[in-house]
Structures are given as C-alpha cells and as structure tokens.
C-alpha cells in the first residue's frame, strides 16, 4: 500500500522566504509528526498531530515555525523568514495509534531537503 | 528522555552476522526498546521493539539483558542492504521518538 509522501523532494530557498512542505500520511493514521535532521544527526521532534490538533508541539525552535492538519490527514509545515540554519531534511511519519502508545510504530516519509541560500 | 549510548561504527562482512549493541542503563520498568534503521536518502524505518523478553521477526531478532540495561540488535546474514543508520531508542510514552546518533554499520562485500 502506499506509504507517506512528502512534497517537494527537495527545496531550495533564499534566506527571509516564506516556505511550505507537504506531509501525505499512510490513510487511516490518526497520529502525524514532523522531524529535522541535520547531516551527520539523527532526526530531532518537531510537532506530534492527534487528528486535526497538536497534542505536543515543544519541538519547534521558534515562531518562525507552525504546523496544520485542517482535516486530520494531510499536513504543512510552515517556515516563515527562513534562515541559513534552517537548511536540513524535514522528515514526516504517521502512526496508527495514539502517539502515547508505548508500542505505536511510526513510518516515515522520505523527507523534504530544504536549502536555504 | 531516558538515554541511550550506541557506538558510532561498525563493519561487518557480507553474509555474517552482525550484533549491534546498545546501553541504556537508565531504562525505567515501563520504557520499551525500539529499534529503527535509516539507508542512505531515505527516512527511518521501524526494525524490531521489545520490553523484556528476546524478540523475533523477520528483519532481526533483539536481545535483551536480564537487567534490561542493555540489548543487542542482530542481523542473522548482513546483506549490502542492510548498510544503514541503525537507531536504538527507549519509547518512554512520549509522542516522539528520541533518535541519538546510532551506529553506522558498514557491510564489505
């Protein structure tokens, strides 16, 4: 079956844009979270989506970043004023259960490269 | 976020088993073991999770110590695509996984 997506594979910007990723989870997952990972680091939290909410969003560095999930299945990660330390792959995974379940697997999109110049 | 401490490398030969090890001495009773790998370019994927008893599926087989102190991750046959980021995580409850570093394994041909 078909797994997460992500759009765009890849993103190249210019430091003070505006920028949005895609985040198509696997149908039928309630639970969605947004990863960063830097090269040479393994992924870092974001935000974790329980249905059309963020039931935690203490992972996002700043207010340059905000997340949705109007209808409780695709999402968008949204980068204000982007800067150069932004620049990472941006990594999407749905789970079917509740985020708190202890043995809830996630799977992962192949991620978004974001660039920024 | 209970800690993990992984090495950052391995190797190990094609068709040979390989045994990833893992510390996690601060492991509370309720924390379950997740493994995941990541292969070049690609986003993790979950491998194997356990809590106190050895485990098997088709990908691996998970060992874990008496005191659940530490576990092993075991590939019975190393293939070349099995070359990956493998990350050891303690699934505390919290929504997010805790990823660390991992251990870049390394399979020669």
């Known amino acids: 079956g078909a797994g997460v997506s992500q759009t765009p594979s890849n993103k190249v910007t210019e430091k003070g844009k505006y920028v949005e990723l895609r985040c198509d989870p696997i149908s039928g997952h309630t639970a969605l979270y947004w990863y960063r990972q830097s090269l040479g680091q393994g992924p870092e939290f974001l935000i974790y989506f329980q249905g059309t909410g963020a039931a935690d969003d203490s992972g996002l560095p700043n207010d340059r970043f905000f997340a949705v999930r109007p209808e409780g299945s695709v999402s968008t990660l949204k980068i204000q004023r982007t800067e150069r330390g932004d620049s990472a792959v941006y990594l999407c995974?749905?789970?079917?259960?509740?985020?708190?379940?202890?043995?809830?697997?996630?799977?992962f999109g192949p991620g978004t490269r974001l660039t920024v110049l | 976020d209970a800690k993990t401490t992984q090495p950052n490398s391995m190797e190990s030969n094609e068709e040979e088993p390989v045994h990833l090890p893992c510390n996690h001495s601060t492991i509370s009773g309720t924390d379950y073991i997740h493994w995941y790998r990541q292969l070049p370019s690609q986003g993790p994927e979950y491998v194997i999770h356990?809590?106190?008893s050895n485990v098997n599926n088709r990908m691996a087989s998970l060992a874990i110590a008496e005191d659940r102190k530490s576990s092993t991750l075991i590939l019975h046959r190393a293939t070349l695509r099995d070359a990956a980021v493998y990350y050891c995580i303690l699934k505390t409850g919290a929504n997010n996984l805790f990823f660390g570093t991992g251990t870049r394994l390394t399979v020669i041909p």
């Open positions: 995974a749905s789970s079917l259960k509740s985020g708190g379940q202890w043995t809830d697997t996630q799977y």
């Open positions: 356990g809590l106190t």
